[in-house]
């Protein structure tokens, strides 16, 4: 693999790292991949495992996340079959299995970090820390929101989710496209690639290839069009802009304007099924 960019872990230990491009897949690999990568997630700045509210950028995501939980159940509605039985991995503090728990699915969660298990404990929303504790179960829909990215072992786990999966079951995953406009713009800078918690960084073809491996087909992809504007706002910040919401605003608009005709957006779901 050769180098595609050097980078670094702007929001936690501000190391530096390597972005190495995998000619086979059309993917991103961070190097080095640390042995205590549990220690990168343990800090107030890593937001998906607290409900934080005390910025502006705590704010915002925390906004977006609730409009987002919504576009998110609607998405699984809109899906051909007729789900009950839902698993997510990487659950977080668990908000979106508690709304959906609310509109009547059977919703089963893993969560590695502790303090999110409690946080969603307390939401009614008990997780699994990992997916060993799941036994003899088949799900209807499989969600990782912004999860693909962080598992170690990419290959394995992904056999492991065709195997939780109902045959005619829906795995939906949502992760960051490098190709998109607002990535190329920030470079070095750009917040989605949140190395080294981000391990593999996506294209369309990545997903379709490394699914493709398993039996498995994207038959949809969608676009997140608020993750331009948010990973922009990190960016700016990163990039120690004092004018970061102005700026981040416009490269955002921009991005899915250009996305609209290229289809990069800065974020993708992808609606996979089993190959018959």
Known sequence: ???????KDFSVSKEN????????????????????????YESQEYISHTDSKASLTDRLYQWIKRYSIKKKIQLIDNQSVNPEKLLDFGAGTGDFLAQSKSKGFKVSGIEPNEKARA??????????KDSTEIQNEIFDVITLWHVLEHLPNLDSQVKELNSLLDLNGTLIVAVPNYKSFDAKHYGAHWAAYDVPRHLW???????????DKHNMEVVSIKPMI???????????KYKGNML?????????LWSN???????EYSSLIYIIKKKN
């Open 257 to 263: 304007f250009r996305a609209y005709f290229s289809k």
């Open 226 to 236: 608020f993750d331009a504007f948010y990973v922009s706002l990190l960016s700016e």
């Open 244 to 252: 970061y919401l102005s700026n981040a605003f416009f490269v955002g």
């Open 1 to 7: 693999m050769k180098l595609f960019l050097k980078t």
């Open 119 to 128: 946080y969603a404990a307390k939401k009614g929303v008990p997780l699994f």
């Open 17 to 40: 790292f390597e972005l190495l491009f995998d000619t086979e897949l059309e993917m991103l690999v961070t190097h080095p991949k640390p042995d205590d990568l549990a220690s990168y």
């Open 201 to 211: 960084h996506f294209s369309k073809t990545s997903i379709i290839r490394l699914f």
